[in-house]
């Protein structure tokens, strides 16, 4: 692939940081556009994200800026690595300056506050009616940006119909520390990036209890199937789940205090509030506003998922840890692993 595509991200949180610094690092033109006009200076003239990386430098040839029309000049692809509270409004905001033939990709694991809409179906909606040649995928995995931009070995899963936009991704970003695979499941690689930091502030509060290891490998073990019914019902492919953006990413997410959804389990854990926990992390906890998105759904399409009910109940309705996790363990013993009864009654 030519060193001359322009690549644009748009967020310029830890995610988008480091993926902008992957991509740059790679020998490619790479703009970073964030939000806050001083921040995006600071990074600019410092070399370094202090606010969400501090202690990294970046590329020399990465450009942050807060310009979105200069950011988006040019640019052949685009990723989106913005919460999802505000990922339409961002959209919206870039469509102007995106040029036909663009490929924009999602990293953004979360579902919109709007309804049960995933960001790639708000990329189609926003995009695919004034775009020629619009080109979504989605990019999700076990990648802490942490570790990424310390230039740990990693993997990641690039997801679209389009192959042209798969090659492309992972030209951009593999190399000797990053390994790109693919899928053609975008629906399922999306909602698995989504569905598992409900289960990470489970893991969280867990650990704060100190269960033990056999605990925890229950509580994954469940929550992965929990995860392929819902999928299973939504039209998914729940073999996606057994995938580096499935069990890779549940793995990560429910074992490590780099996750802010642990951490606001583990908050919870330890007695404190959800509002409390929330403003400690100080970062967007996507699993919160996806824990209520999911129950709804499912419990529209009657699917059984007692770990999202009981942390749901735990949240929202007063419900204490000791009372749910007696229900759980006196509740009807099902089969192991089965897909086809994911829709059933309660």
């Known amino acids: 692939m030519t060193k001359s595509i322009h690549v644009t991200v748009l967020g310029g ?12 690092s790679n020998g490619f033109n790479t703009h970073l556009w964030m939000r806050d006009a001083k921040r995006a200076q600071q990074v600019q003239q410092s070399r370094e994200n202090a606010h969400y990386l501090p202690g990294f430098n970046l590329a020399d040839t990465l ?15 685009v990723f989106v690595s913005v919460p999802s509270a505000v990922f339409r409004e961002v959209v919206c905001a870039a469509r102007p300056f995106m040029g036909p033939g663009v490929m924009v990709i999602s990293t953004t694991k979360g579902i919109s506050r709007d309804g049960f809409i995933l960001m790639s179906q708000i990329l189609e909606q926003e995009l695919g009616r004034r775009i020629d040649d619009l080109a979504i995928g989605v990019l999700s995995g076990p990648n802490f940006a942490r570790e990424m931009i310390q230039g740990q070995i990693t993997g990641s899963v690039v997801a679209s119909t389009n192959h042209l936009l798969v ?5 951009l970003l593999s190399s000797g520390k990053f390994r790109i695979y693919s899928s053609k499941d975008c629906y399922g690689v999306e909602l698995a990036g989504a569905l598992k930091n409900i289960y990470a502030i489970i893991a969280g509060m867990t650990q704060a209890r100190q269960y033990g290891n056999n605990t925890m490998a229950l509580l994954m073990t469940r929550a992965l199937a929990e995860m392929g019914r819902f999928a299973h019902a939504l039209g998914a492919d729940p073999m996606t789940f057994l995938g580096l ?3 890779g990413d549940l793995i990560l997410t429910c074992n490590s205090t780099l996750s802010r959804n642990y ?4 908050a919870m854990g330890e007695g404190k509030s959800l509002t409390r926990a929330l403003k400690e992390v100080r970062q967007v906890v996507e699993g919160v506003n996806t824990l209520r998105l999911v129950k709804e759904r499912a419990e529209a399409l009657k699917v059984h998922m007692p770990l999202a009910n009981a942390l749901y109940a735990l949240l929202f309705q007063g419900e204490t840890a000791d009372n749910i996790i007696k229900q759980l363990m006196l509740s009807e013993q099902n089969s192991d692993v089965d897909f086809t009864g994911a829709i059933r009654d309660e």
């Not at 988008?16 to 991509?23: D, E, H, L, M, P």
């Not at 090659?167 to 030209?171: N, R, Y």
């Open 13 to 24: 949180g830890s995610f988008g940081t480091a993926i902008a610094n992957v991509i740059a």
């Open 63 to 77: 450009v942050a800026t807060s310009d979105l029309e200069k950011s988006l000049s040019g640019a052949n692809v």
């Open 167 to 171: 090659e492309t991704v992972q030209s």
């Open 245 to 247: 953006a499935g069990v």
């Open 263 to 266: 951490r606001v389990g583990y």
